[in-house]
């Protein structure tokens, strides 16, 4: 069932009846609800839990009596069983009137390590949410949770995003299967029709972005190549009515006190800038980091390479930065081939930037000239490189050429995202083709 797994809602009761009505109330709403009815025996396996919950409707009570201990105990270890610790924020709404129950509970969850931690737990009882007809009417559960999530601008915020990139997917996905399936004259010869063009489609795909480098192993990423594009262009689109949803926190956002961590501030930047994963043996953005600095094979040797990012200072300060920087940092080289050149394999080598990876603490010590670029800071961590926050720092005074075959031996450590790779050609571009300009003054 692949692409179906996941819930953004989940509802454990052990009384079916009871929470029939509570999934048709959802249902009404256009919201989808994975029901469990809290037997071990009926959890989803380890490998098949859920990520993503943004909600989760319990039932304190599955049949099982006893004390608030007892109870919270036996529901947290369901939704252990349940929701993967790294399900990422969610909200729980309890069905209870008894304020102890709630606060055992979240005493557990919060001392549980196998259980993701809600953002606020909302007690309601069922009696409460029925109309006279004894009927579930959503808009009280409803009411409880936008009271609770108007406190948790964050939370209200991702889930309103996270709808949006599932509209975003969809309208791509039907865009594309209306381009495939155009002009049939009946339901076989239009599934038939279907299928093939759609093969069509997907194949054109993957040729125009891998070009001469299609081949079976690359041919799903070639294709998630662009309609990941596709996909950001459809976001971007929605973005006047996102806007509107959610136009009441930005006040709240503007204004919070404070500022985010360094470290925080670098794990954002490696999100957006770095792929420190199933990075391939050659591709243009790929990093390598060097741990023994004495064979480098590079035109400068790394010690004479090291001196010319260290500040200007008296023999003695240099000495000392040279000293520091030396020893928290690494040599590294990027590629910097142009990309439609790898795809159509026109190259003949790996052409290169040195660098260095150099630790954030030591960043005061590097000087700040046109011919350095500098990229950070970033969280960054590999075969080679303890986790830190680092700086990737770039020179445009050493650039070498390396064959295939010894590139792919030295394997890659990380690579530079689409937006860091182009920015940095830019650069490298215009640092290599100054000219200078003589005044007379």
């Known amino acids: 069932m692949i692409g179906l797994p996941g819930a953004r809602v989940i509802l454990v009761d052990d009384n079916e009846k009871e929470a029939l009505p509570i999934i048709k109330a959802f249902a009404k709403q256009g919201i989808p609800v994975a029901f469990f009815d809290g037997k071990l025996g009926r959890l989803p396996p380890k490998s098949g839990r859920l990520v993503g919950v943004?909600?989760?409707?319990?039932?304190?009570?599955?049949?099982?009596?006893?004390d608030a201990n007892s109870v919270?105990?036996?529901?947290?270890?369901?939704i252990e069983r349940i929701m993967e610790p790294s399900n990422g924020p969610y909200a729980v709404l309890i069905w209870t009137n008894h304020p102890d129950f709630r606060d055992t509970f979240e005493r557990y969850v919060f001392e549980s390590q196998n259980v993701p931690k809600p953002m606020f737990t909302a007690m309601i009882t069922k009696a409460e949410c029925k109309n006279r007809r004894g009927e579930i009417v959503l808009k009280h559960v409803a009411a409880r949770l936008r009271e609770e999530l108007a406190k948790i601008v964050p939370?209200?915020?991702?889930?309103?995003?996270?709808?949006?990139?599932?509209?975003?997917?969809?309208?791509?996905?039907?865009?594309?299967s209306r381009i495939a399936g155009e002009g049939a004259a009946d339901l076989s010869?239009?599934?038939?029709?279907?299928?093939?063009?759609?093969l069509r489609v997907l194949r054109t795909l993957a040729r125009a972005n891998a070009e001469q480098q299609l081949n079976e192993s690359n041919c799903i990423e070639s294709i998630l190549g662009l309609?990941?594009?596709?996909?950001?262009?459809r976001m971007e689109n929605?973005?006047?009515r996102f806007q509107q949803s959610v136009r009441h926190h930005a006040?709240?956002?503007?204004?919070?006190?404070?500022?985010?961590?360094?470290?925080?501030?670098?794990?954002?930047?490696?999100?957006?800038?770095?792929?420190?994963?199933?990075?391939?043996a050659f591709e243009p953005g790929n990093i390598h980091v060097f741990r023994n600095r004495t064979n480098l094979g590079w035109p400068v040797n790394f010690r004479r390479f090291l001196a010319t990012f260290v500040q200007d200072g008296t023999p003695e300060q240099v000495r000392e930065w040279t000293r520091d920087v030396s020893r928290a940092s690494y040599p590294l080289i990027v590629e910097i081939s142009a990309?439609?050149?790898?795809?159509?394999?026109?190259?003949?080598?790996?052409?290169?930037?040195c660098g260095l990876l150099s630790s954030a603490a030591v960043t005061r010590r590097i000087k700040r000239a046109e011919y350095i670029k500098r990229l950070g800071p970033v969280m960054f961590e590999s075969a080679n490189v303890q986790r830190g926050e680092y700086n990737l720092l770039f020179s445009s005074r050493q650039v070498l050429s390396m064959s295939f075959s010894k590139v792919k031996k030295l394997g890659a450590d990380a690579r530079l995202r689409g937006q860091a790779l182009a920015d940095l050609q830019s650069w490298f571009s215009y640092q290599a083709g100054r000219q200078g300009v003589v005044l007379v003054s």
């Open 189 to 198: 010869t239009w599934r038939d029709e279907w299928k093939s063009q759609s």
């Open 227 to 233: 309609l990941n594009p596709l996909h950001a262009d």
């Open 339 to 353: 990309s439609c050149d790898f795809a159509q394999k026109k190259l003949l080598a790996g052409r290169f930037l």
């Open 251 to 280: 006040q709240e956002i503007i204004n919070v006190q404070g500022e985010s961590s360094p470290v925080r501030k670098a794990e954002v930047n490696t999100m957006l800038h770095l792929a420190l994963k199933r990075v391939r």
């Open 72 to 78: 919270a105990s036996a529901l947290v270890h369901r």
């Open 54 to 66: 943004r909600l989760a409707v319990l039932d304190m009570h599955l049949g099982e009596g006893g």
């Open 238 to 240: 929605e973005i006047p």
């Open 155 to 176: 939370l209200e915020f991702i889930q309103a995003w996270e709808g949006l990139c599932f509209e975003a997917a969809t309208g791509v996905s039907n865009s594309l």
